[in-house]
T-cell receptor, first 112, second 116 residues
Framework: GENVEQHPSTLSVQEGDSAVIKCTYS??????FPWYKQELGKGPQLIID?????GEKKDQRIAVTLNKTAKHFSLHITETQPEDSAVYFC???????????FGTGTRLTVIP | GAVVSQHPSWVICKSGTSVKIECRSL??????MFWYRQFPKQSLMLMAT?????????EQGVEKDKFLINHASLTLSTLTVTSAHPEDSSFYIC????????????FGPGTRLTVT
């Protein structure tokens, strides 16, 4: 099955700075890579996703890049704000199926 | 769009009793729904996948007789924790997939179960 690794486990940045979270995956057949934001006591919220036929996708302050050859993808948040503070999870689907395998999460803290 | 609700948001029950958690997709039809369990400060662990009208597929190590899943319609799935014990206390989260091969999963707000 798929194995997704995520780094770092915790990340603190000053407000206004950028934050980068990286994930690697093991199954070259995976073709869908979403990112979720989870606030304390709430369910994960899909914030951006990318499919294997593109290398980069951007939505306002959030961007995701995908390197299929190296089997890694990254989340980039620019101009961070305190409300960006949360736990972020990357995921990859399982061999083209609809099951998602999640990374271990990154706790992002944006310091005002 | 793509809103998923869960009910209840939290529940406390006594050991030995059963608890039912509902998951509803409010503005779309979900061909597939998923049930996850999350321990504090940990990632999401997939428990089972359910498709409307068919039996759920459970992940290895998840007891299907203990965690009963029913996907009665394209907008409703239920998880029943039977004969609950304190070790079943956890945060249970469902997700729903609109289907059509796009793989997006939209998550509910979660249900905090505490078994005393």
């Amino acid at each position: 099955g798929e194995n997704v690794e995520q780094h770092p486990s915790t990340l603190s940045v000053q407000e206004g700075d950028s934050a980068v979270i990286k994930c690697t995956y093991s199954d070259s057949a995976s073709n869908y890579f979403p990112w979720y934001k989870q606030e304390l006591g709430k369910g994960p919220q899909l914030i951006i996703d990318i499919r294997s036929n593109v290398g980069e996708k951007k939505d306002q302050r959030i961007a995701v890049t995908l390197n299929k050859t190296a089997k890694h993808f990254s989340l980039h948040i620019t101009e961070t704000q305190p409300e960006d503070s949360a736990v972020y999870f990357c995921a990859a689907n399982n061999n083209g199926a609809n099951n998602l395998f999640f990374g271990t999460g990154t706790r992002l803290t944006v310091i005002p | 769009g793509a809103v998923v609700s869960q009910h209840p948001s939290w529940v406390i029950c006594k050991s030995g009793t059963s608890v039912k958690i509902e998951c509803r997709s409010l503005d779309f039809q979900a061909t597939t729904m998923f049930w996850y369990r999350q321990f504090p400060k940990q990632s999401l662990m997939l428990m089972a996948t359910s498709n409307e009208g068919s039996k759920a597929t459970y992940e290895q190590g998840v007891e299907k007789d203990k965690f009963l899943i029913n996907h009665a319609s394209l907008t409703l799935s239920t998880l029943t924790v039977t004969s609950a014990h304190p070790e079943d206390s956890s945060f249970y989260i469902c997700s729903a997939e609109p289907g059509q091969g796009f793989y997006e999963q939209y998550f509910g707000p979660g249900t905090r179960l505490t078994v005393t």
